[in-house]
Each structure stands twice: as C-alpha cells, then as structure tokens.
C-alpha cells in the first residue's frame, strides 16, 4: 500500500509549527488511512504544521500502520489507554502551534483547505477562541453538531420529549437542530468533539483538558471553561470535515459514560442541591427508557445508580 504523500505544511521540524493537529487513537488501524490520505489536502493553504497521533496502547497494529503509511507523523505511545482528554494532553505537552491546535478524531476525514478556514475565523475576532467546521455525515449531510449547556430545564426536556422533540426549544433541548441556523459564523455554547480548533489565546487561558472525563463530556468542558476566559465558539461553514459517528447509541458501555460524565460535568460547574436534582432527572430518563428494555439505558442506569448523585 502506498505511503500518505507529506502535507506540504508538514517539514522535518518537531517544533514551532503555526498548527499542530492532535488525534488519540485507540485499535483505529481500521480508520486511520482515510484520516491520513485526507491531511494533505486538509492543511492545504497552511504554511507549517505537525501531526502528533497518541496511541492508547493499540493492540490491533494502529501504530504500526501510522508508520507505513505516514513516517511524517510524530507516533507518541500513552503506554496505556489514558482516555480521550488524557490522550489530548499528552498530545499538547508534545507540541503546541503558535496559532493553535487542531483536535481530531481517528474517524474524521478533512476537507480540503479545512483548516485553513477555521484558522481564518480565529483571525477574523478578537473574542473568537474556538472555530468548529461542517460536520457531515458519509453521505454529505449535515450532522447537528453544535449544542447548548446542559441545564436541569433541558434535561427534563429530553426526559419528558425525547433529544430530537425537546431540541425544537431552546429552554427545553441540547442539541440545536434547526438547519437553517448551521451557518458561517453561528455560535454555540459547545460543539461535538470529532473536529474542534482551538486558538493558542484560548489555551493559554483555559489550559489541559479535564481527565476526569474518560471520554465524553471533555469537549463540553473545554468549551465552556473558554466562554468563562471570554472566547466564544464560532461554525465555519465552509470547513467541512466527514465523520460517522454513532458508536455511543450501540454500546451499552459508551452510553454509560454519556450518562455518568453529563452528571459530572453538572456537578463541576453548580451546587450540591442543583448538582443532586440534576442527576435526578437523568436517572429518571434513563429508568424508564431501560424499563423499555433497551439495553444501553439499562447499563446507564446501573453505572449512574453505582456513582451516585455525588
């Protein structure tokens, strides 16, 4: 199989690169080509950039398929599978861009010119801090990736409605589901994790990801810790980046950490007594959608009942 040409941003240099694009991967050999063979194009229009890939101690030969076919590369071995906010870190202790750091998934695949776009909304405003493209999905369209903070409103709202119904009101959803307002320059409070840019202003305020967040709910974190320092998330609409997505809503063990992190995150940001109502409401959700037999809520209700409402 032929090698990944070298992206014409990428040079010999380990350091001082305008953007380094982070992904973790984890038993990925099945993904990472297209991940690869889509950075040339992705970078086009960048002038100097380094791809740093963290391996949560793969066991499916993800490293050694990075080498084969992208030498380029810069592999850093966790030893261990850290998680997804552990994996980031140790990613931007390797190497930071003076511009930014572009955080991707295994699975998401650059359009090209992509991230020259989300560099060009971060220079466009001051108080831009994050910049997330068009997420679509293997068939082009688009996926509602951006999202609103989590409230004890909403998370009745999904309870009582369901995520899609309880989405058309904005007091009463997460999830923006409106596509009309996925255009150039529409804000958010937080966006889905799979593709995220995030300036060097904004991460010498905020600083390293959460680990306490295995996986999910760290994106959700980050970015509202950046609205707290004053930089808002902005969409590029025309930066698009294709990602399948879905694995949570099939495994049991995924939804569980859905579940238990929303409770988490809640808990970091509020009181005792709101933290305590809030985990209320999600145990409720998820009780009666497991009484429905569905086994991905069952699993969630026994790992939010192990937790607690701490």
Not at 158 to 177: C, K, N, S, T, W
Not at 255 to 273: D, E, I
Not at 300 to 305: F, G, I, K, S
Request: charged fraction near 20%; proline fraction near 5%.
């Amino acid at each position: 199989m032929s090698p990944v040409p070298r992206p014409l941003a990428v040079d010999d240099g380990e350091q001082g690169a305008d953007v380094v694009l982070v992904t973790v991967t984890y038993n990925s050999a099945a993904i990472i080509e297209a991940f690869l063979r889509a950075l040339p194009g992705g970078l086009d229009g960048v002038a100097s950039a380094q791809v740093v890939v963290v391996d949560n101690d793969s066991a499916d030969g993800t490293v050694e398929r990075i080498v084969e076919l992208a030498p380029w590369a810069t592999v850093v071995k966790a030893g261990a599978n850290l998680g997804y906010g552990a994996g980031i870190n140790l990613g931007l202790r390797h190497a930071v861009g003076r511009q930014g750091v572009l955080v991707l998934n295994p699975d998401a695949v650059l359009s090209p010119g992509a991230v020259r776009r989300l560099l060009d909304a971060v220079a466009a405003a001051d108080d831009v801090g994050i910049t997330v493209p068009r997420i679509v999905d293997a068939t082009g369209r688009l996926k509602f990736s951006l999202r609103r903070e989590p409230t004890i409103l909403r998370a009745v709202g999904e309870a009582v409605l369901g995520g899609h119904r309880a989405a058309r009101f904005p007091l009463l959803g997460d999830m923006i589901r409106d596509s009309a307002y996925y255009v150039d320059g529409a804000t958010a409070d937080w966006a889905t994790g799979a593709a995220v840019f995030i300036a060097r202003h904004t991460m010498d305020a905020v600083g390293l990801w959460d680990e306490e967040f295995f996986l999910y709910s760290e994106e959700t974190d980050y970015a509202l810790r950046a609205r707290d320092a004053g930089y808002r998330l902005t969409y590029v609409a025309d930066a698009v980046v294709s990602h399948p997505g879905g694995d949570m809503e099939r495994s049991p063990w995924l939804w569980s950490l859905v579940a238990v992190n929303r409770t988490k995150l809640y808990r970091k940001r509020h009181g005792p007594v709101a933290s305590a109502a809030f985990w209320c409401v999600v145990v409720a959700n998820e009780a009666v959608r497991a009484a429905l037999g569905r086994p991905t809520n069952r699993a969630a209700l026994r790992a939010l009942l192990r937790g607690g409402a701490r």
